[in-house]
């Protein structure tokens, strides 16, 4: 595993075989998940919580204003299940575990997997080993959307209760695939890519950066980088020690160029020089939108790994919900994505974040229009996509009206946990045997 | 120069001598220039076309359905002059021309220059060597709407009777400069940028190519890409032959690993097959999406150069109108800056794309907003900021309309050139010797 990346407190269940649906099967395949809260006798008070593209199954590290006694995300009542996607370097069999059957980690050549082998390999885990009878509700947002909309069209009717789906898409669109692939391409551009079959402490840091980068930019709104960072420049404290730093500036300059030029450029963007041909010596600045990327790219390149990036966007590319389940002749595309969205559990919430450039309102919109008795909830952000991890105080309040509307009996028996014991409940008594489920056959 | 670039048919003058905003003296700085039309015996039927970032000075080339008699470029009416910006691998001076210091190209030492020294430079052609008394109007999009905002403020009051942009900023966003950090990244990224000091055969062609396919993408919208390519897979009519292509894929499989999944999983996306378990293998198609950015990110490379696209989008950077104009203390800088757009001539035609996510039709509003009696058109356009190179029709409607209402004196006396002498009478007859506009005080 590439030493960078963060060790999570969390349980890891390996599953001896699984059959990827691609067709290769996967060996002694971790799978890497994190529970709150207890299982009550019925197996059933259980919430099933799906990650995005760069998250883990540490729900508390990207969601964790919105868990706790009273909030959406309540142990006290749930028993709260995520689980780290296949691909992700979080845990779960991925390009930096290990392929058992050479040895080395599976680097690029780890197999493709699609959304719905994440779900069918976390309900394995859920059901084989935590031995969960029923799922009264799975959430998740963007990607995790994806996997929450799987979710019921993967097991049995009426195993998935209810489903609560935030800045997502029923199928993946060609807005998102190209964003993919302009990323993708900034990592194949970096010379340590090497084909995907670089050490894991030399991978392409300067092309997952930029491809961050990118992908951060969409994640955000024009209107949210405006209001933060405008045209203020960034004056570094200490004048630039490395030669990566200088080079990205196109500032080493040999003898016969000034460098302070841009410099003074810069300066007068900060209405600080009225005449624009003789700048003072200063240090020299950069725009703080600049500089934020460039701290955005460091820190994403610390804690995610190139192969990962590279196989998560592709697997996303995959989803599509209608994909070869209601095929029938004569049908348009539209209408067979209406045709399953239709098979979903009713009564769906469905929250869109306003400003949301990548998986836009109408996307969401589309999904409950076609879930019978779904509520679309549209919060008025300006935080483009990456609202729905921002917007804590309007989604918790959504989803806890809507769970307390629709799973009453989960709210009325006694707590399942008391305060304090919850986060520890599981680890003692979750495993039940022999699952009672059969997911066999879907 | 790097051989790939397109040769224009266009002329060049060289400045003997020309100082930069940020202090660099530029010596024997060609810039290429493209005439039509022909000068009035006032030498003020100027019609100045200022192009956009990867543009040239041949406006028929990405303007081309605007041009014409009775169109809003009637060559029979103007003079209509455009020039090719500094840093552009158009012919103007940039790092692709030689430095006559040295005796090769300026590569990555080329100086910084901003959108003002166009302008300035620009001007110099057209007064000194083209004998221009007044220009009748300015028009720019993007990039060219800066510097159509800058003609004003760098001449004499009523040299410039008036200007019309669309789809541009009185000041460069934080959104703007981000994007345009984070395509810079991706060419550093490429080994073959070697900080800029590439020959010119050898250029960072997969850096650049990422960049564009990342610009691309701001310059569309999210619906015109999903209209156009939705999740339709792109099947190669032969084998992919190249190393790069499969590469790039992710799909140079060793022996372990079934090259043909990926395939599997893209043809259920297409909703052929029923069974996600046992594909037949089939050449691996790749989605539209992805084989378009391809397609255009290669295009770009074979016209133009890394080192020029660095050095412009670092122009626009410098872009704020009010910079170093109006400083007065106590002034916010919303305050300058509608101050600065209050010192316009009056009247302006500004044109928005609804559909822009990178200069957002606010941005436009705000400019109409602080010109006297100026005009806002929003285009209901869904092709997002390249909206403004595609809507012709429209876009030659309120133009035209707004030349004959505003430059009447311009529309009524005799043609200037007949059909088809249009094109030709300047070459002939472009000279007009000594300026007598005095620029040096502006």
Redesign the interface.
């Known amino acids: 595993m590439s030493s960078s990346i963060p060790r999570i407190d969390q349980q890891i269940f390996v599953v001896p075989s699984f ?6 099967e996967l060996k002694d395949a971790p799978v890497a998940y994190k529970t709150w809260g207890r299982l009550n006798e019925a197996r059933d008070n259980v919430m099933v919580i799906c990650h995005a593209l760069t998250g883990s199954a540490d729900v508390e590290d990207w969601w964790g204003p919105l868990m706790g006694s009273n909030k959406a995300f309540d142990p006290s009542r749930f028993f709260i299940f995520c689980a780290n996607v296949l691909g992700s370097p979080y845990g779960s069999a991925s390009p930096i575990t290990t ?1 058992p ?2 040895g080395r980690p599976y680097g ?2 780890f ?2 997997t ?1 959304i ?1 082998d994440d779900v069918r390999i976390h309900q394995h885990v859920l059901i084989q080993h935590l031995g969960v009878r029923r799922v009264a509700v799975v959430i998740g947002g963007s990607m995790g959307g994806m996997a929450t909309l799987e979710w019921p069209l993967l097991s049995p009717p009426g195993f998935v209760r209810r489903i609560i789906v935030l800045a997502t898409s029923a ?5 998102c ?3 993919g ?2 990323q ?3 990592i ?4 340590a890519y090497k ?2 079959y670089y050490e894991p402490s030399e991978q ?1 840091r ?2 997952l ?2 491809a961050r ?2 992908a951060l ?1 969409t994640y955000r709104s ?1 209107d949210s ?2 209001r ?4 203020k420049v960034h004056l570094p404290a200490t004048p630039p020690t490395t030669k990566r730093s200088e ?2 500036e ?1 500032l ?3 003898p ?3 460098p302070l ?2 410099e ?3 300066l ?2 900060d ?1 600080l ?7 003072a010596p200063t240090p020299r600045p950069i ?4 500089s ?3 701290y955005q ?1 460091d820190k994403f390149i610390a804690r995610f790994d190139a192969n990962c990036y ?2 998560i966007t ?1 697997k996303m ?2 989803h ?1 919900l ?3 389940r209601v ?1 029938s002749e004569g049908t348009t ?1 539209d209408e ?1 994505l209406a045709k399953t969205l239709a098979m979903l559990p009713p009564h769906a919430l469905v929250i869109s974040i306003q400003s949301d ?2 998986f ?1 309102p109408p996307e969401q919109a589309l999904i409950a229009s076609h879930i019978p008795g779904s509520e679309l909830v549209v919060v008025a952000s300006g935080e483009g996509h990456d609202g729905f991890l921002v917007e804590f105080e309007e989604i918790n309040h959504s989803v806890l009206g809507f769970l307390q509307r629709e799973l009453k009996d989960l709210y009325e028996g006694p707590l399942v946990a008391e305060d304090g014991e919850a986060d520890f409940a599981v680890k003692k008594e979750s495993v039940f045997g022999e699952a009672e489920v059969d997911l066999t056959r879907w």
Chains 1, 2 share one sequence.
């Open positions: 059959t990827l649906e691609c067709g290769t392929n059957a050479t690029p050549e197999p493709p699609s719905r199928r993946h669109s060609a807005w695939i190209a964003w692939e302009s993708r391409q900034s194949y551009s970096d010379p084909e995907g392409p300067n092309g950066s930029a980068m990118c930019l024009r980088f405006e933060r960072f405008g045209r080079a990205r196109g080493i300059t040999p016969a160029s000034p030029e841009v003074a450029l810069e007068h963007n209405g020089d009225r005449d624009g041909r003789e700048p725009f703080s939108a600049q934020y990327l460039r790219g590279i196989h592709r590319d995959t599509d209608a994909r070869g095929a595309t067979l450039g990548l836009t």
